[in-house]
């Protein structure tokens, strides 16, 4: 793009959405000064949908088809998408430009009254409408229930504290992104409950050959995280999993190493297959590969399968 030109930055019209925008542009423009941005509001699909559980809805591209097609229109010239978001096939002429710095990718426990995950009663409900939040949960507690929680992150915690639920997950990136995180009751650490794919970090997507774009992009593009999430959407895409089973990954490097971490499970969460591998980031997709090797010999296949059967027949 011309630097004449003021940089269109497509973006949902949610709370965390404008933010982590305005987060890129704001690095951004610390990094060029001079530059011009501003945002466009685009509704995507997801969006418009609020009544029904996301794995219900289902479907590729459910927060983010609408934004490439802007792009290819170009109606706009950078898309902020949340990672987790984004589907692990990009639509035709367009690419990631650039992966920011991650944000904390865990989990975390909101409760009203501030009790401890683990102390909750028996029965208690829990309000989320991830399969993966929900099958990881059962695997600790199969006692639990679970209502639906949708729409913007301070609206989630109004219905938390309304008395919707004893307690609700969300991530621990949206919080800190909002200034929200004086809310949380505690993180859920890993060993508790593996992170979603992507969770935590931003991609930003543009036409594939805006060269100039991705020239100003370099000075927030983080390559730790960008391999990372890589990683953890190959492994996403070789599973064929999308939104519509309890599939969670996490990679980070460590020392020089990347440790890749993956579960796949039943959504009652009384299967949970299990997956390590852990060799220099370079080798990433070496870390792929054994990953799904190891989950399809445990009959990852077979599960992810069940999921969709099950959440078919769950349909109107």
Same mark, same amino acid.
Request: glycine share 8%; charged share 30%.
């Given at each position: 793009m011309d630097p004449t030109e003021t940089l269109v930055v497509g973006t949902r019209g949610s709370q965390l959405a404008r933010a982590q925008s305005q987060w890129v542009i704001d690095r951004l423009q610390a990094a060029h000064p001079g530059l011009s941005a501003r945002m466009e509001i685009i509704t995507t699909r997801g969006d418009r949908q609020q009544t029904k559980p996301l794995p219900e809805i289902g479907g590729k591209g459910l927060f983010t088809e609408e934004l490439e097609q802007a792009l290819r229109q170009g109606r706009i010239d950078l898309a902020v998408h949340s990672a987790k978001d984004l589907p692990t096939n990009l639509a035709e002429g367009l690419a990631i430009l650039a992966v920011p710095v991650r944000e904390d990718p865990r989990d975390a426990w909101v409760a009203a009254d501030g009790t401890p995950f683990e102390r909750l009663p028996a029965g208690s409900a829990v309000g989320t409408s991830s399969l993966r939040r929900q099958a990881q949960l059962l695997a600790r507690r199969p006692d639990l229930t679970f209502v639906g929680l949708r729409g913007n992150v301070d609206t989630r915690i109004r219905k938390i504290h309304g008395g919707s639920c004893a307690g609700a997950v969300l991530a621990m990136a949206g919080l800190n992104r909002l200034d929200l995180a004086r809310h949380v009751t505690h993180p859920l650490e890993v060993e508790v409950m593996l992170p979603a794919p992507g969770q935590g970090a /931003? *991609?930003? #997507? =543009? &036409? $594939?050959? +805006? *060269?100039? /774009? &991705? =020239? &100003? /992009? %370099? %000075?927030?593009? +983080? #390559? %730790? $995280? $960008?391999? %990372? *999430?890589e990683t953890e959407r190959a492994i996403l895409r070789g599973l064929d999993a999308g939104c519509r089973a309890p599939v969670a990954v996490y990679a980070h490097v460590v020392d020089d190493r990347l440790q890749v971490q993956a579960r796949v499970l039943s959504v009652d969460g009384r299967q949970t297959l299990r997956a390590a591998a852990g060799l220099p980031p370079t080798r990433w997709n070496e870390c792929v590969a054994q990953i799904l090797s190891d989950l399809r010999r445990q009959g990852a296949e077979q599960v992810v399968a069940a999921c969709r059967e099950r959440l078919r027949g769950q349909s109107p």
């Open positions: /931003l *991609v930003l #997507e =543009g &036409r $594939t050959n +805006d *060269v100039r /774009l &991705r =020239g &100003r /992009l %370099a %000075a927030i593009h +983080d #390559e %730790a $995280t $960008t391999i %990372a *999430v």
